[in-house]
């Protein structure tokens, strides 16, 4: 089962949700783009190589082909990608939605989770394979600690400030399966100062597997910016 396609909104973590339809924050380039399509293959790789029946030799091949693609981007430039002219605001979107682990297009191990801003927070689904397993048939309960991170996340931002995990507590309702749809939301509960409360859940269907909660602290994005060698 193909998994769905990582986020394509604008700003995902815009503070305060400013600008996520302007066109600057909409464009693709042609590189981008070129980054994405590598990556999706990539997923697709991955998601074969895991149910394959392959040979030994047919895998061994496969392994000296990947052996030789990666040498021959090794072999180029590297490219460090930083601000430069590019407003924060544009930069940190473009960013976010092309590299992020969790939603990024052009990152190949981004997780198949699909993010939409609505009024007072976040809705999104997701739906894993295999890849994820933990128990039989589940999903493991690092991701779901994932994906809570990264839609909690999302939805502080609507408070206006610009906000890091300091506490993220879940708990595991029921087993959550592989192969269908999950919808999570979360929601701003409240800000009291540089404390910004979010809560969340995830159902399959009607079923409740989980509830979240995280506790975000506002920090000075440039500051954040500077500590971390962005």
């Known amino acids: 089962m193909d998994s769905p396609p990582p986020i394509d909104i604008t700003n995902v973590f815009g503070v305060g949700g400013h600008g996520w339809d302007s066109p600057e924050l909409r464009a693709v380039t042609p590189e981008q783009q070129a980054a994405r399509n590598v990556a999706e293959a990539l997923r697709r790789l991955a998601r074969e190589l895991e149910t394959t029946s392959a040979t030994i030799e047919e895998l061994g091949v496969l392994a000296v082909d990947i052996d030789r693609l990666t040498s021959s981007l090794e072999d180029g430039k590297r490219v460090v990608t930083t601000a430069g002219d590019t407003p924060d605001v544009v930069y940190q979107g473009h960013r976010l939605r092309e590299r992020s682990p969790f939603i990024g297009r052009a990152n190949p191990v981004a997780l198949p989770l699909i993010v939409e801003f609505v009024d007072g927070g976040i809705d999104a689904v997701a739906n894993f394979g295999t890849l994820y397993e933990g ?17 909690l996340g999302a939805a502080q931002t609507l408070s206006g400030q610009a906000g890091m995990t300091g506490r993220l ?22 800000v009291s100062g540089r404390k910004i409360l979010c809560k969340g859940t995830l159902h399959a269907g009607d079923r409740l597997c989980a509830e979240a909660e995280g506790l975000f602290i506002a920090v000075d994005p440039k500051k954040l910016m500077e500590l971390g060698g962005a």
């Open 169 to 190: 507590t879940i708990h595991y309702r029921s087993p959550t399966p592989l192969n269908t749809d999950l919808h999570l939301k979360a929601r701003l509960e409240s």
């Open 135 to 151: 128990p039989p048939g589940c999903l493991h309960g690092g991701y779901i600690a994932g994906i809570f991170d990264e839609v």
